[in-house]
């Protein structure tokens, strides 16, 4: 007999050989996901293997495991404590899709639940976090829960395109329309038409495209270069920002239209640290990720990771995640012995000093003197390039290039974001 509990369901026998697991993989599960996604079931009671979904078998043993074939949908849990942070956390992972959102937090379990009723519409959403929490792991999981689903998903990021060719990367353009165009492309938005198109990092479009953007999102048409008519696209929006929008609005680096058309449902992520109970699961996720037979993690490791603040926030995990597999070897636990985090840079408290040669160039000079003000500014910001970036005058990526060159000049710099 299987029971359904949203996202989870699970076996008689599952639910009294290990009802303590189940009973909170249900709790945390239940809150978000389709139905049925995953089925627990007892590892002795040889129940029937439905298509198409996560099967977790559960295994009371002396030495906990996690047994999974490579791209295999069934994995068996073995587990010694099922009140213990770590059988839970690793049930998690083993029940979770390839790229779909793991969470125990409830702040983050409140945010999916939230996110999966936005699904259901088509208004445009905008995601706001620290880069590294998971903004586009989001943006799918609403796009896989909407009306959409079986429609193009199309994740650009706008820091990493070209301001020049960023229209036409959008809109697409015409053969001949700039030199170099030698033949017509249909941009991003027609590709992404009858599905979600995901503008990741939106706070680094130029002020130009915000207005051409704006006018996409309110007719529904984009007009590409070269072109005269503008063309129809039914395309879902969503937008995400690592920066503070309102403020950018505020000081005139995003246009405040565009902001109240994006503006429409917010979504807050928080940084990993402020979501503890997230840790363990996406660590579990992490090993299980870039490990063949992925060894189980050990309650003390768990504890040195939860302690961690996590300035990386998941990427910085899964840093720490792969590490520790190196280190463990064949190994079949990591222990506290594997974990090695990122080591962070501390900002330049000493003044840089002037080249003494007397045939120092003028360029040299004005890095330098560049890099003092760069440094105590960053350091009056508490480290923050964003603050850092405002206070300046500049933009943030500027900033990063600056701190970029002089690491290469051989200048110790910090800074978060």
Known sequence: ????????????AASKAHAALVQRAASVLSSYGAEGEALLADAFEGATMPPRKQIVLLERAPVPQIERQSGSRIATVRYTDGAGEAALAALLACAARPGAPIAADPESLSVLALAERIAASDIPVLINGPTGTGKEVLSRFIHER?????????AINCAAMPEA?????????QKGS????????????RAANGGTLLLDEIAEMPLSLQAKLLRALQEGEVVPLGATQPIKVDVRVIACANRDLPLEV?????????????????????????RPDDIAPLAFAMALRHAANAPWISDEALSMLSAHAWPGNVRELENVVRRALVLAGNAPMIGPEHIAFDRTTRLVSAPVAAPETSDAKLSNIVQMSEARAIISTLEACNGSRVAAARQLGISE????YRLA???EAGIAVGGRR
């Open 1 to 12: 007999m299987i029971r359904d509990c949203g996202i989870l369901q699970f076996t008689e």
């Open 146 to 154: 909407s009306a959409r689903k079986d429609k193009p998903f199309i």
């Open 165 to 173: 060719m960023l229209e036409a990367l959008l809109f697409g353009h």
């Open 178 to 189: 700039f030199t170099g165009a030698n033949a017509a492309s249909e941009g991003f938005f």
């Open 250 to 274: 505020e000081e005139g680096r995003f246009r405040a239209d565009l902001f109240y058309r994006l503006n429409v449902f917010p979504l807050a992520l928080r940084p990993l640290c402020e």
């Open 397 to 400: 990526r500027t900033l990063r």
């Open 405 to 407: 060159s002089f690491r």
